[in-house]
């Protein structure tokens, strides 16, 4: 069979359901020591002394360079008590909160909302972003892009649905292609103000809807 790099065959009989604190506690708590591809990007997009939050930052070091080198005003929301107690060792406030269980309630406006690598995690990310869109004068999002070449290929040859997952299928529970995303923010009443591939193959800035794997949004709230 053929075997595509970036794609994995579901393992069903060791599945298991991800609690995020737990992760953090068992794992140990340590903020990365550099950005990632996508974060960079956020870095680039946010305008010096903003005020910036940061949805699901986990151990991100986003926030703190932002506030250390862009003077930022930073806060972050997780869902995991051991990430905020770390945030706030770091000058960062931060906040507790599930956003599967609970509905998000800001009671401050933000320049900056940063939505990276969460969206696809709810099944009903319009509401959230219904509520926070009179919060903020732009969100920073990333998410995968299901129409990955990798992941069309997998399924054409190998007849296997791609696997976004790490411990249960229930983690992701929305999907779409770039082209998807772009239909659903203007649904939204979202103004694009510019997109970019994070990673994926070398022709993802010209294709991305193709070669682009994790992909980034700035969007104007109206």
């Known amino acids: 069979m053929f075997y595509f790099r970036g794609t994995r065959k579901p393992n069903f009989s060791k599945i298991n359901k991800l609690d995020y604190d737990e992760y953090w506690q068992e794992r140990g708590f340590a903020m990365r020591g550099k950005l990632m591809e996508r974060e960079e990007i956020f870095f680039s997009w946010v305008s010096p002394k903003s005020k910036v939050l940061d949805i699901g930052c986990g151990n991100s070091r986003l926030l703190l360079e932002l506030k250390q080198k862009k003077a930022c005003e930073a806060a972050g929301i997780d869902i995991s008590p051991l990430v905020v107690e770390n945030l706030e060792k770091n000058g960062i406030r931060g ?31 319009e509401d959230l972003i219904a509520r926070l869109s009179n919060q903020t004068k732009y969100f920073i999002i990333s998410v995968p892009n299901s129409a990955f070449y990798r992941y069309r290929l997998s399924l054409m040859f ?30 939204l009443n979202l103004e694009l103000v510019k997109s970019y591939p994070s990673n994926g193959f070398w022709f993802k800035n010209f294709w991305p809807n193709l070669f682009g794997h994790q992909i980034c949004y700035l969007a104007k709230t109206k």
Do not use: C, M
């Not at 906040?95 to 709810?122: G, N, P």
């Not at 190998?158 to 649904?187: A, C, I, M, Y």
């Open 95 to 125: 906040r507790i909160f599930d956003l599967a269980k609970d509905d998000l309630a800001l009671e401050e406006k933000y320049d900056y909302i940063i939505l990276s690598e969460i969206l696809e995690h709810l099944s009903q990310p």
């Open 158 to 187: 190998k007849g296997r649905f791609f696997t976004q997952w790490v411990s249960h299928p229930s983690e992701h529970l929305r999907f779409w292609s770039h082209l998807d995303f772009l239909d659903w923010l203007k649904s």
